[in-house]
């Protein structure tokens, strides 16, 4: 009774699209980020879905990879969030608009 | 692990042991020694350039596949020192005024350097993507490193978030093209798209695509670039410096490392998407650029608009594999760039006291004061705009040539890219006509007839001596490959053909 490996494509695929969705429409800097975590995520199923279907190692072997990258990058999203936090007591990215594009 | 695999990781050693031993010195050494801090970074980069530049090639990938050491890499690894040590050189008194010259500043110019060397020699997706990575975490603590400077806070998080995000795209790309083939070498997904266009289409033309997307978001091309003008004004100069050269020159290593894999199937699609992007881009960079006043602003879309060049270069060369002339032209362009832009923002580092943000009222009469600073920004300025006697001329020349030999998109291309140009030269040479044909502040006597008792001296200019060497040194190298070019691009044509031929 195994689950077709296309259905965690799908998956993967939906969690991504929710993923850019929400940083497209979200506005609070931290739910971005955790949108952004949330595509990684989903690559991540991809890549493991993708490596049991070829039978190829190297797939898995790409998520350790990624989660190293992605924990990194908290470090230093978490750290910019907080520092801005601190000076204007709000994470709301359109209330952080002194430069305007 | 061979011994050629050391030799080829060779600059990449140097250059984080740099990184890391200037991190650690840091805790040592006494506040007035910090300048020791840039002078070895100095040191280490100039060792990792001469290091690069002996060591012999390979034509396979080494380190299990993973990177090439090829003249591609080789030349890609001299261009990203170069910008980072005319980086250091131009930033070191500058950090020293802004409170910011610590050890970690160092490290992290460093370690992006890396990050971009990594880009330029990977054989294997996962190693683009880790280089992409190495390149731009560090960016992001730069941009925004005066921590308590509200503009560079908002530079630091709409350069993460917008960051992050094209990496989450570009690693689903990664993903979708494994998906389709099987692997995530770059031989290895060249020799497989052809089969897995037949079975997979989607998988292939998504993967290429949100790949198309990420880079493009480093580089700064329309529509992905609307982070660059707010970061590049809030970031600390200095950091916009490097970042502009950086960023751009990594994304662009890329692009000549991924076009190498598209199919000739694909070639046509790829240069109609590539060259739709490139005349947004031109487009849009110029005009905008146009109404700028603020003068770092301007460098940005001025980044722009020279990311929509390089792009014509990507899109036309695309006919089955990398085209010579094309990535010749490329190469020629991106080094050129790292020259005329270092310079350019160089200038107005050293035109910047304390963090203030000059715009083109303080260029005002500045050759008069200091006319090798002026006629240094007047070149930089002319060589930006493609004009001759500067190596900026030969950059567009050759691209365009290129260009026009691909046939008829290509002279499109072509031709878009020399209306751009045109519109360009009115606001390069805007900064040129404030530098020199307004008259200086007015002197003493000429304010007391205007009945203003005390006219503001003209800005000062903070020129250390490594500052003024890195001015130099890029401004001798842009008039140097704009009076003589054939050298440079004989050379590049060389590189092109070997990094060709080394395709399977």
Request: some cysteine; aromatic content about 10%; hydrophobic content about 60%.
């Amino acid at each position: 009774m195994s689950v077709p490996v296309v259905n965690y494509l799908v998956l993967s695929a939906v969690l991504f699209a929710v993923g850019t969705l929400g940083v497209l429409s979200r506005r609070n800097a931290l739910i971005l980020f955790m949108s952004i975590e949330l595509m990684l995520n989903a690559v991540n199923l991809a890549f493991i879905a993708f490596a049991r279907q070829w039978g190829d190692m190297a797939g898995q072997v790409i998520v350790f990879f990624v989660l190293v990258v992605a924990a990194a990058e908290v470090v230093v999203g978490l750290a910019i969030i907080i520092n801005i936090f601190r000076t204007r007591e709000t994470v709301d990215v359109d209330d952080v608009d002194r430069l305007r594009g | 692990m061979e011994a050629r695999d050391f030799l080829a990781l060779t600059p990449l050693l140097i250059v984080t042991g740099t990184a890391l031993f200037v991190l650690v010195l840091d805790l040592f050494l006494r506040e007035e020694r910090r300048g020791w801090l840039s002078g070895l970074s100095l040191l280490g980069v100039v060792a990792a350039f001469l290091a690069n530049l002996s060591l012999p090639t390979f034509r396979e990938p080494l380190v299990q596949g993973m990177i090439r050491f090829d003249a591609l890499t080789q030349f890609l690894n001299a261009v990203f020192l170069l910008g980072c040590g005319l980086a250091v050189m131009l930033s070191a008194d500058y950090a020293r005024r802004q409170g910011m010259a610590r050890g970690e500043y160092y490290c992290l110019v460093l370690l992006s350097t890396l990050g971009a060397m990594l880009m330029g020699a990977s054989a294997d997706l996962l190693m683009l993507f880790l280089g992409l990575e190495t390149l731009s975490i560090p960016l992001y603590v730069l941009a925004t490193f005066t921590r308590r400077n509200p503009a560079s806070q908002e530079a630091g998080l709409k350069y993460f978030l917008l960051g992050a995000f094209s990496s989450a795209l570009f690693l689903y790309g990664i993903a979708l093209l494994y998906g389709a083939t099987g692997t995530t070498k770059l031989d290895g997904v060249l020799q497989g798209l052809s089969s897995a266009m037949g079975t997979a289409p989607g998988l292939v033309l998504g993967g290429l695509g949100l790949l198309l997307v990420g880079l493009a978001f480093k580089a700064a091309a329309v529509p992905f670039h609307t982070w660059a003008p707010d970061v590049y004004e809030g970031a600390p100069t200095s950091v916009t410096a490097f970042m502009a050269v950086a960023a751009k020159a990594g994304a662009f290593a890329a692009f000549l490392r991924v076009l190498a894999i598209s199919t000739p199937a694909l070639a046509e699609g790829w240069a109609l998407v590539v060259g739709w992007l490139a005349v947004l881009t031109m487009a849009l960079g110029n005009v905008v650029a146009v109404v700028q006043l603020n003068l770092k602003r301007l460098l940005a879309y001025s980044s722009i608009a020279h990311a929509g060049y390089l792009l014509i270069a990507v899109a036309v060369g695309q006919t089955g594999a990398l085209s010579e002339p094309a990535s010749a032209g490329l190469l020629f362009y991106l080094l050129v760039y790292t020259l005329m832009t270092l310079g350019a923002f160089g200038v107005v580092i050293v035109a910047e006291g304390r963090g203030e943000n000059l715009s083109l009222e303080d260029m005002k009469g500045l050759a008069w004061r200091y006319p090798w600073v002026g006629l240094a920004m007047a070149l930089f300025m002319v060589s930006l705009a493609g004009l001759p006697p500067t190596a900026g001329f030969f950059a567009k020349f050759y691209v365009f040539r290129a260009a026009v030999e691909a046939g008829s998109w290509g002279v499109l291309l072509a031709i878009v890219g020399v209306i751009a140009s045109v519109i360009s030269v009115f606001y390069y040479l805007r900064v040129v006509y404030y530098l020199y044909l307004r008259p200086a502040p007015a002197p003493v006597a000429a304010a007391a007839t205007e009945g203003e008792g005390e006219e503001e001296p003209g800005r000062p200019v903070y020129l250390s001596r490594l500052a003024a060497w890195g001015l130099g040194i890029a401004a001798v190298s842009v008039l140097f490959l704009g009076v003589y070019p054939t050298a440079a691009l004989r050379w590049l044509v060389e590189i092109a053909a070997a990094a060709m031929s080394a395709l399977p």
